[in-house]
């Protein structure tokens, strides 16, 4: 049981360059969330997902794009990499559950450097 | 609207001696109250959580947390610590009453146990 599982782990790209980071799980979650972890920002919600077919902005969504692909895979896409996403990002799933009262399940994270 | 806070960036403390990371919270209704762990180049992994019930909530790695709704604390404790419970621990709450299911998240508290 793998969890949630994003790639790649690292990547460097240069301003102006465009990528997807991906994101998948097993859990059979219906909600699942991106996140940005700068320091001393904790943790920043960029986009999430309440249920497949559904998508809805975070607290930073500027500079982003997500596709709920199927109930598994929530991927980010950066279409003009700027320095100032230069962060690491970490996918999460969550049952909903009754209001909310269930954990959230954290992948490794994706370390992204944009010069 | 929800709010967490974690006053201290650092908590230092002696192996085998107790530990307490801080956690307050605001909400307009009743908190449901999480606790994560993170590791270096790991995601976060969830400890415990407060929903409802019994104010001291067990959870892994001999870690407990004690809800407080006069104070609106959630201190995370733990009897005597571990040279490998050093982390970054993330307290987070939403509000159970209603709105968003989805949890603030606080910025972090860096536990380093000195052997």
């Known amino acids: 049981n793998a969890g949630v599982t994003q790639t790649p782990k690292f990547q460097v790209l240069k301003t102006g360059q465009s990528m997807t980071l991906q994101c998948a799980q097993d859990?059979?979650?219906?909600?699942m969330y991106w996140y940005r972890q700068d320091p001393g920002m904790g943790l920043r919600l960029i986009y999430y997902?309440?249920?497949?077919?559904?998508?809805d902005k975070g607290e930073v969504p500027n500079g982003y794009n997500v596709s709920r692909l199927n109930k598994r895979e929530f991927s980010l896409r950066l279409e003009s990499a700027a320095p100032s996403q230069t962060s690491v990002y970490f996918c999460?799933?969550?049952?909903?559950?009754?209001?909310?009262?269930?954990?959230?399940?954290f992948g490794d994270g994706t370390r992204l450097s944009i010069l | 609207a929800q709010s967490v806070a974690q006053p201290e960036d650092q908590v230092n403390v002696a192996e085998g001696n107790p530990l307490t990371v801080k956690c307050t919270y605001s909400v307009s209704g009743n908190p449901y109250l999480f606790w994560y762990v993170q590791y270096p180049n790991r995601g976060l992994q969830f400890l415990l959580k407060y929903i409802t019930g019994d104010n001291l909530v067990k959870g892994s790695y001999g870690f407990e947390a004690e809800f407080n709704k006069s104070q609106t604390s959630f201190h995370l404790k733990k009897p005597s610590a571990l040279v490998s419970d050093s982390a970054l621990y993330f307290c987070?709450?939403?509000?159970?009453?209603?709105?968003?299911?989805?949890?603030?998240f606080g910025r972090g508290t860096s536990l380093i146990v000195h052997p």
């Open positions: 987070a709450v939403r509000d159970g009453t209603g709105g968003s299911y989805i949890p603030t």
């Open positions: 999460a799933s969550s049952e909903r559950g009754a209001q909310g009262n269930q954990p959230q399940h």
């Open positions: 997902s309440a249920s497949e077919g559904t998508t």
């Open positions: 859990m059979n979650h219906n909600s």
